[in-house]
């Protein structure tokens, strides 16, 4: 075998001798290297570095749709300070800790790199570090934040051009004014004050390498809750430094032997108008776009989002009357939870999460709870797919004891009514036809439906109950007039959100919402599904939303309290939408217990908070008229042309009747005056032909 292959190998030698492969291999590596470079350099060039320093000093300002200002999100953070304006040592700590050789390199630092670079592949992944003061700066501040190697390159070729714009002092200042240290303070200054109630110029060597340490995880090494890590760090930070020669021996052991003394001069507090939608903006930043808190606290980032103003301060204008709501028991107030979107973008126009005092970044009853929705769910995983399988909105369910294995459904009122049109079923909001129904189409069927409607679903979920909203954990209030957007918006969903784009501090955009639309279910059925919430609105349980001049489809929704003796609910909804807004309600009480909860029907009061809320920002929207009417108003207007045929047939009949015997007469006497014509006719045709 091997005699046979070494001829064939030879020849191959020969061959990539004569056509210089390995050459043209090296000068095409070569080539693509150069390429690489060429371009990561091009793009750093482009990057706005010379305003970076301007942009990480301002403070990021949030958008409303249209594109103007809504709100700053502020700290309390001064200005900045200068490192030639402190002790020597302060910014020797940070250095000492974060970045050795930062005074030696020109942006990066090769032996860090090579470093991570290492760690990063036997982690397999991106796992950070190796990145100098000054890609830090770059971080984020001028590019996107994901954690791949592309990224990693384009930071560090920015981080060259930001060394040829700045000095070495100028970076270290930025790096400092704007870096997170723990227990909301941002930047250095700040961090004294936090830590020590001092002015940064006045701290120990001993304190100064306590707060460089904290750089590494400041809630980890928080010195308020966890001193001993904090002082262990400081050791390290204080050891470093005398390493690199910038304290002597004596200041070592000075400041090591140093207890520190804290003491909480203030920290730094938020300051933004509209904070529930603001919050939730952070929050999609952070969890979608990757951004930290700190980033957004400190760079200056243009946050354009879909917030209507209007829309916004009317919301919040609600929710600051007391009256509006149900008294609260025990002096705790009863909680709500409102939004308001676009439905044929999905953009939030206004959302308040909460009553009472709020903290930055705190619970939002519109985007963190959880609650099970109740009669609200009955479109969705019931009437929809039932629809789809070829029933009609006047189709007949029964409405009849029912029981399948261990689950017996029964109405609120606790009667039946034999047999129901599905329109009714749905503007009275009776549980037992439902049950009927998806048992009839098939369980799975509702369970598909409500996956497109992009629903959540645990496998406990899966069972008939999931008709009437019983679910182990809920959905919350956006999730919800996501789901009925697709009813507003002829059967397509668009994904909710906030975040328009988010323009970086020297004005690159580093993110942007990208359009997601959903096809749920066909025109005609979404047509359908309006048409009976028409009614529910018109006359059913949803009545008490009605407004003069505004079409409103809508359903309502409550749960049971777990106790049988005690009667009343725990979560209310009210869910309604006109063609160019969608809005959802929730109410109840953060704890539900046998003192707190719900005594009144959805009816009673979370149906008039839904219509105060329209009525408050119904001179902001749209005026516009649905493609359809409710059924009701169909089987009437239907009822009413044939009652017309019946009496215009009616009249017709007597009037013939009037008038046959006159038609007769002349009948009679047109056929004798005919006759009379035929025989003069005759007769003078006679005398011609006679001789």
Known sequence: MIKLLKPLINAIRRFWRKKHLTQILLLSGLTFVLLTILFFAFTASQANVQSLQEGLTQTTVIYDKDGDVATRVDTNRTEGIDV?????????????????????????DLKGMAR???NNLFAGSITGGGSTITQQLAKNALLSPEQTYRRKIEELFLAVEIEKNYSKDEILSMYLNQVFFGSGSWGIDQAAKKYF????????????AMLAGLLQSPSALDPYRHYDRAMERRDVVLHSMKELGVITNEEYNTAKNEKIILEDGGGSYIKREYPYYVDAVLDEAISKYGLTQEEIMTRGYRIYTEMDQNIQSMLEKVYSQDSVFPSGKGGTLVQSGSVLLNPETGGVLGLVGGRGDYVFRGFNRVTHMKAQPGSTLKPLAVYTPALEEGYKTTSILKDEPLQIGDYAPENFSRTFQGEVPMYEALEQSLNVPAVWLLNEIGLEKGIASLEKFGIPL??????????LGGMSKGISPLQLAEAYSVFANDGKKETSHFIAKIIGPTGNE????????????SKKVAQDITSMLLGVVETGTGKGAKIPGMEL???TGSTQLPYSDINGTKDQWFVGYTPTIVGTVWLGYDQTDREHYLSSSSSETVVPIFKTIMESVKPYIESEEFNTESVRTQQSGESDYKQQLIDQTEKWKEKLSEEAPKWGDR?????????????????????????
């Open 84 to 108: 030639k304006d402190l002790p020597e040592y302060v910014p020797n700590a940070v250095i000492a800790i974060e970045d050795r050789r930062f005074k030696e390199h020109n942006g990066f």
């Open 116 to 118: 991570a670079f290492f």
């Open 197 to 208: 109630n001092k002015d940064i110029r006045t701290v120990t060597i001993s304190e100064a």
């Open 458 to 467: 645990e496998k406990e979920d899966h069972y008939l109950g999931i008709a």
């Open 510 to 521: 580093i993110a942007q919402y990208k359009k997601k639309s959903t096809r749920v279910t």
């Open 553 to 555: 489809a809508g359903k």
């Open 667 to 691: 009948l009679n006497q047109g056929i004798n005056d005919a006759k009379e014509k035929g025989r003069q006719l005759k007769d003078l045709i006679d005398s011609y032909i006679e001789p």
